[in-house]
């Protein structure tokens, strides 16, 4: 018989992948290059020479066996003793090898953690706005998500709802800095707050509560600054990070899950995940994505194109009159719809071959997230078009910007 769960599943299908696909329909039509399409979180920056090359010498000069035999089901022990030193020497905290669990990209690691620490029925809270695959994620390991309200004026975490939401049956808080889709980048008293109610709140409850951070876009922080380490705040801490964006191979799947060394059960966390992989099927990402990783732990693709488009969207956006909070990372900008439906808003957006995402599914209505991963001559082709929507379908905001200027 067809399991009904998933196919009532067909029914709430990312709307994101849809859009994009719409955007691909539209483009066959009238040429690829007249359709703004800021739907998806699909790196455009190149993937670093040394990536490739990297991957063509292992080709060229490891055996067969080794090269393209099975891994060990935690991930190749070398290239976990890579991650770990990297971590340890970026950001001060002793991760060992048996703390590093490969995965594919930032999805498995998501799923391996929530299932580590959370039986089914349990609570995993997350804070709005959130990337909407953290329902399949959570809801697959049999746990349920709960969310905290958005903080709308910086998009930090929303201190006061958190406490009140943090009851008994939560097992695990699900946070993303830099966040997919406000763009926020949380600050050090930020994380601190958290780490001191976390601790607090074990104590209080008698259980471990388990912080999993989600950073795929780590790297990709504004105004020269660094993205402050979610882990050095709270030991109970489960780090899943993914390469997608950093290296621009999100095709190759390939991430992992760091344990901090003082987490409860840190030392047999990673053999925990490889049972976790047995019954999901997952088995550790390719080999030579592995070793195309390790050869290049430290680098990143030419991540700058992405503070460039920012810049132009986010100048363009609050000169329309848009309210919107200034990214302080990731390849997104959330601003606020000029009307109260998002779907709406970016319906009318459609006609003029504006792909917007509607922020519904991120858990706060009357957003729109605009993934800017497009190369800075499109962003620039498409901030006339922007103003042409706005002064076209909402001439009065136009008209209000410029009497507050
Ligand atoms: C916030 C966030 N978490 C997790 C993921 C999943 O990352 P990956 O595709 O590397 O598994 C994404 C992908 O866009 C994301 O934006």
Avoid at 5 to 19: D, T
Avoid at 105 to 128: C, E, K, N, Y
Avoid at 161 to 169: I, R
Wanted: glycine fraction near 8%; aromatic fraction near 12%.
């Amino acid at each position: 018989m067809i399991n009904q769960h998933y196919k009532a599943m067909l029914s709430g299908k990312s709307v994101i992948r849809e859009l994009a696909e719409y955007a691909t329909v539209r483009g066959r039509k009238i040429g690829y290059e007249n359709v703004f399409d800021f739907s998806l979180g699909n790196p455009s920056v190149e993937v670093p020479a040394d990536y490739n090359e990297a991957v063509i010498r292992r080709y060229q000069t490891m055996t067969s066996m080794d090269l393209h035999g099975y891994s060990p089901s935690l991930g190749n022990t070398q290239v976990r003793e890579i991650v770990a030193g990297s971590l340890r020497r970026r950001f001060g905290i002793p991760y060992e090898t048996r703390h590093i669990f490969m995965t594919s990209g930032a999805a498995g690691a998501i799923a391996h953690a929530v299932r580590a620490v959370t039986r089914p029925g349990d609570v995993v809270l997350t804070f709005a706005p959130f990337f909407p695959e953290y329902v399949p994620y959570v809801e697959g390991a049999g746990a349920r998500l709960e969310v905290v309200p958005a903080d709308t004026d910086k998009f930090q975490a929303n201190i006061g709802a958190f406490l009140q939401m943090l009851t008994p049956d939560v097992q695990a808080v699900l946070m993303n800095t830099p966040n997919n889709p406000s763009g926020a980048l949380w600050s050090e008293e930020t994380l601190e707050r958290i780490g001191e109610i976390l601790r607090q709140k074990q104590r209080e409850y008698g259980h471990d509560i388990f912080l999993i951070s989600d950073e795929p876009y780590r790297e990709i922080v504004f105004d020269g600054k660094k993205a402050p380490y979610p882990a050095a705040f709270y030991d109970n801490t489960l780090t899943c990070y993914s390469f997608s964006k950093s290296l621009s191979v999100p095709g190759e799947r390939i991430g992992y899950v760091a344990v901090h060394p003082k987490a409860t059960d840190a030392d047999i966390l990673a053999v925990i995940f490889g049972q976790i992989s047995r019954g999901i099927g997952h088995n550790c990402p390719a080999s030579t994505a592995q070793y195309g990783i390790a050869d290049c732990i430290d680098q990143t693709s030419d991540l700058s194109v992405y503070e460039t488009n920012m810049n132009l969207l986010y100048e363009t956006l609050i000169d329309l009159g848009f309210t919107v909070t200034r990214p302080g990372g990731t390849f997104y900008i959330f601003p606020k719809c000029l009307e109260e439906d998002a779907l709406i808003f970016c319906d009318k957006a459609k006609k003029y071959d504006l792909i917007l995402v509607p922020s519904d599914n991120f858990g706060l209505p009357g957003y729109f997230r605009m993934a800017y991963c497009l190369d800075t001559d499109k962003v620039r082709r498409s901030l006339p078009v922007l103003r042409r929507f706005v002064e076209t379908e909402y001439p009065g905001t136009l008209a209000n910007n410029s009497c507050m200027q």
